[in-house]
């Protein structure tokens, strides 16, 4: 099969061909399947990505798991070699997938600006509108989801830098203050963080929406500034970068021009994770971030990396995922970032995920008949 973009194909495959199959338990997957099902049903049904898979598609397969509670790794593996086809995602041209991850950082936050806590966290703004191609000025790229209304004008939202230097003050959109510009930007980058207030409350900030300009690795910029070693760049090199040049910080940061809004949500349960893209909770180490454009949350993935060992102990990672996230550097077929879980812990597991890695999607066998 084809796909519409004609960028890369779907061969079938067999489970025997999945290197690692047998060894994994994806039992943990039959919650976070029971939270789409809900959502599709009573909420809203996911909108299909340009493979063609429909929320239809997937409540086959989330209507066979309903209620059930594997009592094992080979029980749980099961359900999925009676229910799905694999397909292994071919890319044109030979080039493997890619793999990087992304946590939900915890910050030390205040509820009121102070001289140390002076960098904040916004909520989506009044004047910041969704974009399609009903409503999206001629001169405004595609990809521009968002924009400003003003004066019944439609235009480009304020960039990064202009949102630093105070576009926003004086507009009761603050939930909360961070210490640093830094740790804000991260947070950014994430999409969702837990917040630590000095009382010793825990709050939970999640993506409401962004200003709408393309995002820009500022990874990139150091590399090919000769600043960083594109070998061992990483989220702690960057990081430790920018804290020991403050002169540069702002420059270095507003070259990536997207910037981030969001709401407070719940933390009632520590142990999961944020709502993201798909609007249920990411369960840590088995929740996939996709480019949506491509392909419909939901789905279960099947990721193999031989080179991404740190997060199994030193063995290649084989692990069986839901598709439950986006992102604005989440750009193809065979591209994913791998939810590792809240906390610093999760972070530097994070943080250094640059993997060439095999995509292989699981779909339920009805809707596999498309597909050859």
């Not at 690692?20 to 996911?46: N, Q």
């Not at 009044?126 to 001629?138: E, G, K, T």
């Not at 943080?351 to 498309?370: E, S």
Request: net charge negative.
């Amino acid at each position: 099969m084809t796909s519409p973009s004609q960028e890369f194909r779907l061969e079938p495959v067999t489970f025997a061909d999945l290197k690692g199959w047998e060894e994994d338990d994806p039992s943990s997957l039959f919650r976070a399947m029971k939270d789409c099902r809900t959502h599709i049903r009573d909420v809203k049904p996911y909108r299909a990505g340009a493979v063609g898979l429909t929320a239809d598609d997937l409540l086959t397969l989330l209507d066979a798991a309903e209620g059930k509670e594997p009592r094992s790794a080979a029980e749980a593996r099961a359900f999925f070699e009676e229910h799905c086809q694999p397909f292994f995602i071919r890319r044109d041209g030979g080039a493997t997938g890619f793999v990087t991850a992304f946590f939900e950082p915890e910050i030390e936050v205040s509820a009121e600006p102070t001289e140390t806590y002076r960098y904040p966290f916004y909520r989506r703004p009044d004047d910041l509108i969704d974009l399609d191609d009903s409503n999206r000025p001629a001169q405004l790229d595609s990809s521009y989801m968002f924009g400003r209304l003003r004066n019944g004008i439609i235009s480009t939202y304020p960039d990064r830098g202009e949102i630093d230097r105070g576009y926003l003050e004086g507009k009761g959109l603050e939930i909360a203050w961070a210490k640093s510009k830094v740790d804000v930007f991260f947070v950014h980058v994430q999409g969702a963080a837990r917040l630590r207030y000095p009382d010793g409350r825990l709050g939970r900030i999640t993506y409401a929406a962004k200003a709408g300009h393309p995002f820009s690795a500022v990874g990139r910029l150091l590399i090919d500034r000769g600043l960083l070693d594109r070998t061992t760049i990483s989220m702690q090199t960057i990081r430790d970068w920018l804290y020991a040049h403050p002169e540069q910080v702002d420059e270095v940061l507003w070259h990536n021009r997207s910037y981030i809004f969001f709401r407070e949500a719940d933390v009632s349960d520590p142990a999961l994770g944020p709502i993201a893209a798909a609007k249920v909770p990411l369960l840590a180490g088995r929740s996939l971030a996709v480019d949506r454009l491509i392909h419909t949350f939901g789905f279960p993935f099947f990721i193999r990396s031989e080179s991404l060992t740190h997060l199994d102990a030193g063995k290649p990672f084989a692990r069986l995922m839901l598709a439950l996230d986006t992102g604005s550097a989440i750009v193809g077929p065979a591209r994913g970032d791998i939810f590792t879980g809240s906390g610093y812990d999760a972070g530097e597991l994070a943080g250094t995920v640059r993997n060439d890695a095999d995509f292989y999607i699981l779909i339920p066998k009805a809707a596999a008949q498309r597909f050859g």
